[in-house]
């Protein structure tokens, strides 16, 4: 999200002591992340503080200072978003009747993205490998719809195909900072959900 200087803006607030100038920021900080859809990178969070300002320390004196309520500062990828603790993930899916159905994708299309997930960049033709079956188009247009999957480097053969890799709408909707937060192959297989 690339956010536009606002030419009313007193990044530096050099009139108010160090204390409130520092929690203004943070509030900043704070409304600039609920305001927004998508994580938000640091570029962006810097042109609302003042010059010199560490985003990272603003950040975790946020989070601090969200202790105890129902929403968290995650970092998802390259930025930082605000979101719901998992805690509360029941009370939201009884209140919205979204019956673990956000991402509105079949048990096989969830299957097809952890694969994809797992062996990223990985082709239509490495998929058929891990599935036995060929992948429809209109299976990763569902998930590139949803930009939960975007296209990778060309496989170098003949053809050249294309690859397919996660997002960072993948990484926030599953809430993980990077790729790294994956569960363990070892540890899926030894939690019984592992592909046979």
């Known amino acids: 999200m690339a956010l536009r200087e606002e030419a009313g803006l007193d ?35 810097e ?22 309520r129902p929403y968290e500062v995650a970092r998802v990828g ?3 978003t605000l979101r719901t603790k998992p805690a509360y993930a029941p009370a939201i899916r009884a209140a919205t009747d979204l019956g673990g159905q956000a991402l509105n994708l079949s048990e096989y299309d969830l299957a097809v993205l952890a694969a994809i997930a797992f062996h990223q960049p990985i082709s239509r033709d490495g998929l058929k490998d891990i599935f036995g079956k060929e992948i429809s ?13 975007g296209t990778g480097p060309r496989e170098p ?40």
């Open 137 to 149: 188009r209109d299976l990763i247009g569902r998930l590139a719809e949803r930009d939960l999957i």
């Open 47 to 68: 042109r609302v503080v003042g010059q010199g300002a560490s985003v990272d320390l603003l950040i975790e004196d946020l989070a601090v200072d969200l202790e105890g």
């Open 78 to 80: 390259s930025g930082w």
């Open 157 to 196: 053969r003949r053809g050249a195909p294309y690859t397919f890799v996660t997002t960072e709408k993948f990484l926030a909707a599953f809430g993980m900072e990077t790729l790294r937060d994956l569960p363990d192959p070892e540890q899926l297989d030894d939690a019984g959900l592992a592909a046979p």
């Open 11 to 45: 990044r530096d607030l050099a009139d108010l002591p160090a204390d409130l100038r520092w929690r203004e920021w943070m509030r900043r900080i704070e409304a600039v992340l609920f305001a927004s859809a998508a994580p938000v990178a640091r570029d962006d969070l």
